[in-house]
């Protein structure tokens, strides 16, 4: 098998479905956002030219991107491929990345907007435990926190205009990717507005 990409929104569900993917094909997962913090704890070449960037608030070139991924696919456990999560946004990122690997499947995770605001916008903790509420599909129990001592606790950009122009971005960014993969036979959607384990089994289902 060679590498895989996986798209999805902010809130579809693709953290999930990353690790049933691996633990099906054995394929280590790739975030270039965790490589990225790696390779600057680290301290590596590539990790301080990123640094340089980082700190000033500018955005990591592709150049440097592609770096850590060309070291990275080198490592023994990519020997049959990896899976890129959240790489690439760009064509030009995608033109690359088919230079350093073989790209066999994009799978795209489906859900409608309104949805991705529903499910993330009712998203609560408990500031005393930890524990984690939806309004609509675990609500806090009517006796309120098994921890006795509940304390409502919600993110500040998990309101409904940020969810939104984060969400209008993500359709900018990946629309023109995904008519060029699919223009290349690559690009697989699947329905994400589902139950988990219905989702796993259609994302598997494309790779068998």
Known sequence: ??????????????????????????????????????AVKAGTAVGLEAKSYMDRGALVPDDVILALIRDRIKEADASNGVMFD?????????????????????????????????????RSTCGHCGAVYHDTFNPV????????????????DDNESTVLSRLSAYH???????NWYE????????NGDRGIDEIT????????
């Open 86 to 122: 959240g790489f690439p946004r760009t064509i030009p990122q995608a033109e690359a990345l088919s230079e350093l690997t073989e790209i066999t499947h994009v799978l795209a995770i489906e859900v409608p907007d309104e949805r991705i605001v529903e499910r993330i916008c009712g």
């Open 183 to 190: 223009s290349r036979d690559l690009f697989y959607r699947v």
């Open 1 to 38: 098998m060679g590498s895989i990409v996986l798209f999805g929104p902010p809130g579809a569900g693709k953290g999930t479905q990353a690790q049933r993917i691996m633990e099906h094909t054995g394929l280590p997962q790739v975030s270039t956002g965790d490589m990225l913090r790696a």
């Open 201 to 208: 089994q259609d994302l598997l289902a494309v790779l068998n």
């Open 172 to 178: 900018e960014q990946t629309a023109p990717l995904a």
């Open 141 to 156: 129990p009517s006796e309120g926190c098994s921890c006795g001592h509940y304390q409502e606790k919600r993110r500040a």
